[in-house]
């Protein structure tokens, strides 16, 4: 069932998902728009036949809805999950890529640590210091996807990501006049 065209579109769908994601204010937002991010990636996958990257997406998706679950009770995550999923993760990988498809190659690595960063970064609750740990693994992923001769498409994606999450920075962290009063109010009562 190989369709670049459906790839194409769904792909473009997902990228829009994880732009708004950058956008939200609350937590949990942010992770169900990840969550659909993962969605449409899977099928993008799905539709060119790319099955390892259907697998990691798949631990992606449960380690997303997993945060999603805690942070809408209000609650943390408990450490070993993160451990757990980044385990998974690796796992898969190792089985996939060497045991099935026997495809692995060192720069891989920078494939997987993102995917581990992630499983660690989705457990923090604020809001602000994800956007700003986020910068990292979506770095660390445009480097992966060019060494590796990716598609254009996915290295500009990776692109779009990184540079909507500044742009949320910018917008929310740096430029945000309400959390700088907010800042300097606090300032001023622990005088």
């Given at each position: 069932?190989?369709?670049?065209?459906?790839?194409?579109?769904?792909?473009?769908?997902?990228?829009?998902?994880?732009?708004?994601?950058?956008?939200?204010?609350?937590?949990?937002?942010?992770?169900?728009?990840?969550?659909?991010?993962i969605v449409f990636l899977i099928l993008s996958y799905?539709?060119?036949?790319?099955?390892?990257?259907?697998?990691?997406?798949?631990?992606?998706?449960?380690?997303?809805?997993?945060?999603?679950?805690?942070?809408?009770?209000?609650?943390?995550?408990?450490?070993?999950?993160?451990?757990?999923?980044?385990?998974?993760?690796?796992?898969?990988?190792?089985?996939?890529?060497?045991?099935?498809?026997?495809?692995?190659?060192?720069?891989?690595?920078?494939?997987?640590?993102?995917?581990?960063?992630?499983?660690?970064?989705?457990?923090?609750?604020?809001?602000?210091?994800?956007?700003f740990t986020m910068l990292v693994p979506t770095a660390?992923?445009?480097?992966?996807?060019?060494l590796a001769n990716a598609t254009v498409f996915v290295?500009?994606?990776?692109?779009?990501?990184?540079?909507?999450?500044?742009?949320?920075?910018?917008?929310?962290?740096?430029?945000?006049?309400?959390?700088?009063?907010?800042?300097?109010?606090?300032?001023?009562?622990?005088?």
């Open positions: 069932m190989e369709n670049e065209v459906l790839a194409l579109i769904v792909s473009f769908l997902a990228m829009t998902m994880v732009v708004i994601s950058y956008f939200v204010k609350i937590k949990k937002y942010y992770l169900l728009f990840q969550s659909l991010c799905l539709f060119t036949a790319e099955f390892f990257a259907m697998i990691g997406l798949s631990i992606g998706l449960v380690r997303s809805l997993v945060f999603y679950y805690y942070e809408k009770k209000g609650i943390e995550a408990p450490i070993y999950l993160s451990f757990l999923i980044s385990f998974a993760t690796i796992v898969s990988y190792f089985i996939v890529n060497l045991g099935i498809l026997k495809t692995a190659k060192p720069v891989d690595i920078l494939c997987i640590i993102p995917l581990v960063m992630y499983a660690f970064i989705f457990r923090i609750r604020n809001l602000k210091i994800v956007r660390i992923s445009i480097l992966y996807n060019t290295v500009l994606s990776y692109t779009f990501e990184l540079t909507a999450n500044v742009v949320s920075i910018c917008k929310y962290h740096i430029f945000n006049k309400e959390e700088k009063t907010q800042l300097k109010e606090n300032t001023y009562e622990n005088d």
